[in-house]
Nanobody, 114 residues
Framework: QVQFVESGGGLVQPGGSLKLSCATS????????MQWYRHPPGKEREWVATITSDSGRTDYVDSVKGRFTISRDNAKNTVYLEMNSLKPEDTAVYYC???????WGQGTQVIVSS
């Protein structure tokens, strides 16, 4: 069964950093394009970042470009999201998934507040 287990969230002050991890299972991770999404309070879930299976290409929503970095370790079936210069508007529950958006995990809560 396809599973995603996100971790690494927490409470951080504006300007701070966090690194999220997403452990996956149940599919061939090394051939899958992976994505991070976030669901801000009171808003719709939005796409944040994408990484190709070989890490050769990454894409980001404009609001996080230059601050967030997506990466992956195919040996560990894990995708990461390093977040720097965090802003209050980055507050959300963060999820990883494939491009098909199935079997969503619990997500990891990120709160940016002073």
């Amino acid at each position: 069964q396809v599973q995603f287990v996100e971790s690494g969230g927490g409470l951080v002050q504006p300007g701070g950093s966090l690194k999220l991890s997403c452990a996956t299972s149940g599919f061939t991770f090394s051939t899958a394009m992976m994505q991070w999404y976030r669901h801000p309070p009171g808003k719709e879930r939005e796409w944040v970042a994408t990484i190709t299976s070989d890490s050769g290409r990454t894409d980001y929503v404009d609001s996080v470009k230059g601050r967030f970095t997506i990466s992956r370790d195919n040996a560990k079936n894990t995708v990461y999201l390093e977040m720097n210069s965090l802003k209050p508007e980055d507050t959300a529950v963060y999820y990883c998934n494939t491009i098909y958006g199935i079997n969503w995990g619990q997500g990891t809560q990120v709160i940016v507040s002073s």
